[in-house]
């Protein structure tokens, strides 16, 4: 008897994977297009005034990126276009350059699981590890494991707080409290100055989430003193939640004029919360951070007032990074790269950038 | 002769306070939650809000059904999330041919997860949560694996699944009524309902009085695959999006939630269908009022908590 | 006059509906076995637990040597010496028989911890004493009932008892541990330990008790020695019915033989075979027959009872009904063709506890109670009204909770249930076990008047008067073949035992 | 007491099993260690296949790294042994690791003592709950999971700050390496050991035993039931903060989003490693085996390395079944047998 049904469990799931094969999704027209060099990072500024790193003060043996084992920890699964963008373009990048030992791994999102999974890229030889941290803190069995081989990290889009050179390398990304106060520009620019605002919140517990949150609001309370932060709910940084929580917000606070999303995916679930309520475009004003595609066609819609672009592709910046590094220039503790903004007034044209 | 004496019940006094809170419990708290809300929440008496909580509710009212089915058979079904993720991913994998088509391939898929883990419980014997936890862990990346990121689609058909209203009522929430007395008939009128919950109270007695114990098992998993479909379909309708990293998540201990709060109890051999509903509304109202009322997260989580510890020890059956 | 070892004052003691105890005395000397007697619900259970700490007595007083006590818990009894055996043997199944022997009192060694190597050494020499010898390593739930029954004894007497209550100890044991375990209590006796003995079997109260207490509905009916009084007058008083009635009526409700119509066997089992335990066991039922089923336990026959009924996989053999093969091992195939099974066990394998009466009596016939898969409740309505009143159910209403009934009650609804199938063969193992002495003469009536009708009875039962007085044939089994076949006027208890007992010169 | 009667020595059972008994000393030996063999086989084959698995520090990190699962898991082996589950262990994890992080501010004892003081606190309270109530564990420490974690969330601000460990010494009880294994590791061996002596020789442990064998039957025995329930969620609850305290000091900080999910790893560990969920059978090698094997399939997916982060997904949960339904075949082959 169990094997019969263990059997027709194993049919039952060939036939779900088979059925996927013969699967025809709607016709899309808007696939992404290569990305080509569309969109392409560009270092805004390298913590100029602050200390560099060489090869010879972190104290590291030269090495051979082409032939050597090279590391690269990704947080979340890749299933948002962040993530997909930012794993493909690291990839693509070690393919350009003829990366031979490309190990990837991927922590899904568990915090625990990431910093085994670089103990055991570091075990597994890895002389040059890319880590996108899903957490800035508690990264310290990772460093002292790292430390005692000298092997150079360097960290893209999250921060570590750690000692840049001594811990790790250097970090290359946005500076995500200045991505709040951006938007914080933009949402006033929106509203004139005033008006309540509600803020959609990221994942709780997340740095992301509260540089964000509080870049926006300290910049609000500079600058514009007519506009009141009157709601903050987390959309725990996915659709479902942010159109939920949307739901509530516009049903119960019909006076609430502007949307801070924190990412893309929360605002475009607040569009359909305000498509469903019978808004109109533009009635309620939005603005996120990230620069998905999607979000980009919604300013191009009208439903979006501005979005503040996180770019993902890490890819260039990091490998050119790690080869300068070895040539024995010197590195910045930091890179902070220079992100655009979306908004009614480049949207169309830009959306090729978008991703 | 010795006969047990059952004695009138009395409504009044402490115990009978305790067994009317057993009964109705859940409404009460519907209703004082209700009270509050009316009094001290701006908005809450209009039909748009009304119309807010029941849209949000009718997915979880529905996979709670079928937790609410495997639940009386003294099982567990933890992998209902992951199902509707599932659901949600085959939905725009078939989208294709037509909504028509793409929702029965939903749905077959989350009826034959549901029978899987049906057959694993019922012809393998291993435990209900663990079979249902290695599928709550493997469907979700099997969903994930067929859709691998959010994919919106613009089908009408699909889209006004989630929007529609007929005679004022969202259709969403009508389907969640729908099956709601679809629900309430099998287990109160049908063969598979009185063996179902038979099966629950007590297993050796079924087999023994030729019930199809394991039939009766794959089948109400299987239907609670089926219900986590209908849910993770109209989810993706509503949505207008396919999110199966996602969509669903956490959703069993929300449908356990309700279940076990409306009455039915863990030990099974009983189902409370209205019950249910009710517990589903309840979890609802209460996240509805913490967010309206801008509370943070912390505080939801621990009035959730309360809530749940209060619902169940009301609810919970007096003991001999 | 000695101050009594255990005395029990006034005591009253109600749950919701019901006043389970009424003002009960009860005094217990030393070295004196009491018999407590009464029909099911009449308190004897609430009593035992009022004396043992489980519950606490809404009035009245405990004495123990004198000295008013209160129990808060059942360890605080067992701390003041007095120990309990169950009816349904209550040891942990999965734990060793050392542990469960020993649980609570583990030898240690000198670090405090448990000292395993004594631990099993202690139980292999308490379980000699009982007559037991078995590895103790081994899981309680794979010894047999009787061994179980004695770990328990075992256990209960090592506790340094003054006082042990046994709660229908023999119900599960064979002849020779029932000697075993009296020449055990005798023993105990000369050590000057006092036994409360409840139990229905008149003939071993008679072999060992001293003294009587009848309970009936919660109140004293009688106490005193119990030499005096005649057993006929005993059951009058468990029964509060008048003592020439009783006598008319016999022991059993049985009436004698039965018309056997002439044609051929309604249900026959051809050579079951189930390693271990069943060799090749036939038996054959003919419409209005009562075949009784008779050896000691363990012999195979309940495990005959379920092949025949498809819940027990079986290696090899058939079973036909009107010369057609039924299925193996579906219990739906059987009840289809018309054998059903009414369990040994009935809170395990009987009952739903958690649906109503008419529920559970409608459970098995519900394929034949709905259309397309929908009940109609008109037929399940009509159904459970007739097997109610039938069997004179004694319910609150149909929709009580069948755990809320007595033993008897419930017996009676799992008949119902087996008759709402239409079944023509019964299978009936111990119907009348733990029930009280009116609904186990109902019952008895009952079989009567079923196979009076037509319908082919199986029963099995340990009680060798019942299968003598009930069946028209007795199939004897033993170590799971047939040993025998009685019929006529062949069908007297002592050959019955003359066959169980050929077996003592094979066995080994 | 001389009454031995001859013959009466082998009961009915006994009798028709001849050799039942050896056939259940090896099904008892597959039940108990069968989680091992799996984890045997599991290692030699990534041994075989990957050259960098094998090495001594993959195993060191396996070992690290499983040891916080490993802490938590003893715990639940109680909990579930004793017929309950505890579904808080995830949140009170994280909640620990707030608090000591916050407390190691006021030196290691308060480090160590305020996670283990709040976290074995809720487990009493849950241990009370579910003892004097008669609720269901299961939704006893439901709520526990969400409110805790909504405890969580309040102490560290909505998750808007994570304290640092600002004490050297409590610093290195997570990470000061002895003969290549960190503290937390001997540690999780000591507790090994201690819980195994506490559950298999002495009368709280026979105790644990008895009431997930038989309730009913511990309540007659004399068992007091109501103190050891209490106990096991409070020693759940306790080595849940003590893991949750320790990963703090191995990570220098009180990292909010930990632990989410934790708790159904720690179960299929347990499960894994033949403790069943049923209660009264189940022991702390098999859990630990259980741990180790999470760990050990964790890293021969990233060995395999081409899997998508989904794909590794469907492997686990394939894997898990796998596990569970060998382990229903040899259940039922030796009783078959």
Not at chain 4, 294 to 319: E, M, P, R, Y
């Amino acid at each position: 008897m169990p094997r019969t049904s263990g059997l027709a469990a194993a049919v039952t799931l060939a036939a779900l994977l088979a059925t996927a094969a013969c699967a025809k999704s709607e016709d899309s027209g808007d696939t992404p297009a290569p990305a080509g060099s569309a969109g392409q990072q560009v270092v805004q500024s390298t913590g100029a005034t602050g200390p560099t790193c060489t090869l010879q003060s972190f104290g590291g043996q030269k090495f051979d990126v082409k032939k050597d084992v090279v590391g690269f920890s990704q947080s979340e699964k890749e299933a948002n276009p962040f993530r997909i963008a930012e794993t493909k373009s690291i990839k693509d990048e070690a393919g350009k350059l003829g990366i031979a030992n490309l190990r990837v791994t991927n922590a899904q999102s568990q915090f625990s699981k990431q910093i085994s999974d670089v103990q055991q890229l570091i075990a597994q030889g890895a002389k040059l590890l890319v880590i996108a941290p899903l957490n800035s803190d508690g990264w310290e069995p990772v460093l002292r494991q790292a430390a005692e081989k000298k092997v150079p990290i360097i960290t893209i889009d999250r921060k570590i707080n750690a000692q840049p050179c001594t811990d790790y390398l250097t970090f290359i990304g946005s500076d995500f409290y200045e991505q709040g106060k951006r938007a914080a520009d933009q949402m006033i620019q929106s509203l004139g100055g005033q008006g309540e605002v509600a803020i959609l919140l990221g994942a709780p517990g997340n740095n992301v989430t509260t540089d964000r949150t509080k870049g926006f609001k300290d910049r609000i309370q500079e600058k514009a003193p007519g506009i009141t932060i009157s709601f903050e709910q987390t959309g725990e940084f996915t659709r479902e939640k942010g159109q939920q929580v949307t739901e509530q917000l516009i049903q119960s606070r019909p006076g609430t004029k502007g949307i801070y999303a924190e990412n893309d995916e929360m605002a475009l679930g607040a569009v359909t919360a305000l498509k469903g309520a019978g808004k109109s475009p533009g009635q309620v004003k939005i603005v996120s951070v990230d620069g998905t595609r999607a979000a980009v066609q919604g300013i191009v819609d009208g439903w979006l007032s501005a979005v503040v672009e996180s770019n993902p592709r890490f890819g260039p910046l990091a490998f050119s990074t790690a080869q300068k590094f070895l040539d024995g220039e010197p590195i910045p503790a930091t890179v902070i790269i220079s992100d655009q903004e979306y908004t009614t007034a480049n949207a169309k044209e830009s959306l090729g950038n978008a991703y | 002769m010795a006969e047990i004496a059952v004695a009138p019940r009395a409504w009044g006094g402490r115990a009978g306070l305790l067994a009317w809170l057993q009964e109705y419990g859940v409404y009460a708290s519907v209703l004082a939650l209700l009270l509050f809300n009316v009094v001290f929440t701006p908005h809450f008496l209009e039909v748009a809000n009304f119309r807010t909580q029941l849209i949000q509710v009718a997915p979880v009212v529905i996979t709670s059904l079928g937790m609410a089915l495997v639940i009386g058979t003294e099982g567990i079904d933890l992998s209902v999330g992951s199902v509707m993720a599932l659901a949600s991913a085959m939905v725009v994998l078939y989208l294709g041919y037509g909504a028509p088509v793409a929702i029965v391939a939903a749905l077959i898929a989350g009826a034959a997860i549901g029978a899987g883990g049906g057959a694993l419980v019922a012809y393998v014997g291993v435990q209900p949560i663990v079979a249902t936890l290695a599928l709550l862990v493997g469907v979700r990346g099997l969903a994930n694996v067929l859709v691998p990121q959010l994919t919106e689609f613009r089908n009408p058909t699909l889209i006004t699944l989630g929007s529609r209203s007929v005679l004022g009522l969202p259709l969403v929430v009508i389907i969640a009524a729908a099956l709601t007395v679809l629900i309430g008939f099998l287990v109160k009128r049908t063969t598979l309902g009185r063996q179902l919950v038979a099966v629950g109270g007590n297993r050796a007695a079924s087999r023994l009085s030729g019930l199809p114990v394991r039939r009766v098992l794959v089948t109400v998993y299987l239907i609670s695959g089926l219900l986590a479909a209908v849910a993770g379909v109209l989810a993706t309708s509503r949505l207008q999006a396919s999110d199966p990293t996602s969509l669903g998540l956490l959703m069993e201990l929300s449908a356990i939630t309700a279940v076990v709060v409306g009455g039915t109890p863990l030990t099974g051999g009983r189902v409370r269908v209205l019950g249910t509903v009710m517990g589903a509304l309840l979890i609802q109202l209460l996240q509805a009022t913490l967010i309206k009322h801008n509370l943070p997260q912390s505080w939801t989580q621990m009035v959730q908590a309360v809530i749940i510890l209060a619902a169940v020890y009301a609810a919970r059956g007096r003991r001999a | 006059m000695a101050t009594a070892v255990l005395e029990a004052r006034g005591i009253s003691k109600g749950f919701p509906g019901v006043l389970a105890l009424d003002d009960v005395s009860f005094r217990l000397d030393a070295g004196q076995v009491h018999a407590l007697v009464g029909e099911n619900g009449a308190g004897k259970s609430t009593l035992i637990k009022v004396l043992t700490g489980v519950y606490r007595p809404d009035r009245g007083t405990l004495l123990q040597g004198g000295e008013p006590v209160t129990f808060d818990n059942p360890l605080a009894a067992q701390r003041a010496g007095i120990s309990t055996i169950y009816q349904e043997v209550n040891l942990v199944p999965q734990m060793s028989l050392a542990h469960n022997l020993l649980l609570g009192r583990e030898p240690r060694t000198r670090l405090g911890v448990i000292d395993m190597t004594q631990l099993y050494a202690e139980a292999e020499r308490v379980m000699t004493r009982y007559g037991i010898r078995t590895d103790v390593r081994r899981p309680l739930r794979s010894l047999g009932m009787g061994t179980q029954q004695m770990v328990a004894l075992a256990r209960a007497v090592s506790i340094e008892a003054r006082v042990v209550i046994m709660d229908e100890p023999t119900s599960a044991l064979e002849p020779r541990e029932v000697d075993t375990l009296f020449g055990v209590i005798a023993d105990l006796r000369t050590q000057g330990i006092s036994l409360i003995y409840v139990s229905h079997r008149l003939d071993e109260l008679y072999r060992i008790c001293d003294r009587v207490t009848v309970l009936r509905d919660g109140r004293v009916a009688h106490t005193g020695p119990l030499d005096k009084l005649p057993r006929v007058d005993l059951v009058a008083l468990m029964l509060g019915r008048d003592p020439a009635e009783i006598r008319r009526e016999g022991a059993t409700k049985f009436s004698g033989e039965h018309t056997t119509a002439a044609n051929g066997p309604l249900v026959e089992a051809r050579s079951l075979s189930r390693r271990p335990d069943l060799r090749d066991v036939s038996v054959q039922v003919r419409p209005g027959e009562v075949v009784g089923l008779g050896g000691l336990l363990g012999a195979g026959r309940s495990e005959t009872a379920k092949a025949i009924a498809g819940a027990l996989p079986v290696d090899g053999g058939t079973v036909l009904v009107a010369g057609q093969e039924v299925r193996r091992g579906s219990p739906a195939a059987a009840i289809r063709a018309g054998v059903s099974l009414v369990p040994e066990d009935r809170k395990v394998e009987g009952i739903v506890p958690t649906l109503s009466v008419r529920d559970n009596i409608a459970l098995a016939a519900l394929p034949q109670l709905s259309r397309s898969g929908v009940v109609s409740d008109a037929r399940v309505d009509r159904i459970v009204d007739t097997f109610m009143r039938r069997l004179r159910i004694k319910a609150a209403s149909p929709h009580q909770k069948v755990a809320e009934l007595s033993g008897g009650n419930q017996q009676k609804v799992l008949l119902a249930r087996s008759l709402a199938t239409g079944a023509k063969v019964l299978l009936l193992d111990e119907p009348t076990r733990g029930i009280d002495v009116g609904a186990k003469a109902e019952v008895q009536a009952l079989i009567d008047e079923l196979a009076a009708e037509g319908l082919g009875v199986l029963l099995i039962s340990s009680d060798l008067e019942e299968l003598v007085e009930g069946a028209d044939r007795v199939v004897v089994l033993r170590d799971g073949a047939v040993a025998g076949e009685l019929s006529g006027d062949q069908v007297t208890e002592q050959a019955i035992m003359a066959t169980i007992a050929a077996t003592g010169e094979t066995d080994g | 007491m001389t009454t031995t009667i001859a013959g009466a020595d082998t009961s009915a059972d006994a009798r028709r099993r001849p050799g039942g008994l050896r056939r259940e000393r090896i099904g008892h030996l597959l039940q108990h260690h069968g989680a091992l063999m799996v984890l045997a086989v599991t290692v030699v084959v990534g041994a075989v296949a990957f050259d960098s698995f094998a090495t001594p520090q993959n195993a060191a990190n396996i070992v690290v790294s499983s040891s916080f699962l490993a802490i938590v898991a003893i715990g639940m082996t109680f909990v579930i042994i004793s017929g309950g589950i505890d579904l808080s262990v995830g949140s009170s994890f994280v909640l620990a690791g707030v608090l000591a992080a916050y407390g190691s501010r006021y030196g290691l004892l308060v480090a160590l003592l305020l996670p283990l003081a709040v976290c074995g606190a809720i487990g009493l309270v849950q241990g009370l709950i579910v003892a004097r109530t008669g609720m269901a564990p299961f939704i006893v420490t439901l709520a526990g999971l969400l409110g805790m974690r909504g405890l969580m969330l309040a102490v560290s601000g909505e998750g808007a700050n994570t304290y640092l460990v600002q004490n050297d010494a409590f610093s290195a009880l997570g990470q000061t390496s002895i003969l290549g294994l960190t503290v937390p590791v001997w540690i999780t061996l000591g507790l090994v050991l201690l819980g195994g002596v506490l559950l298999q020789r002495t009368s709280f442990g026979q105790n644990v035993y008895a009431i997930g064998g038989s309730e009913e039957a511990a309540v007659l025995m004399g068992v007091p039931v109501t103190r050891v329930k209490v106990v096991v969620y409070l020693i759940s609850g306790s080595l849940a903060g003590l893991a949750g305290a320790l990963n703090a000091a191995r990570l220098s900080s009180g990292v909010t989003i930990l632990g989410a999910g934790m708790e159904l790893d720690v179960i299929a560990a347990v499960v894994i490693g033949g403790t069943l969920l049923t209660g009264g059978a189940g022991g702390l090698t098999g859990t630990m085996a259980g741990v180790l094997l999470l760990g050990v399939i964790q890293s021969l997916i990233n060995q395999i390395g081409v899997l998508t982060s989904s794909f590794q997904q469907v492997v686990s949960g394939a894997f898990l079944a796998l596990v569970v339904v060998m382990q229903r075949i040899l259940h039922r082959a030796q009783r078959l047998s």
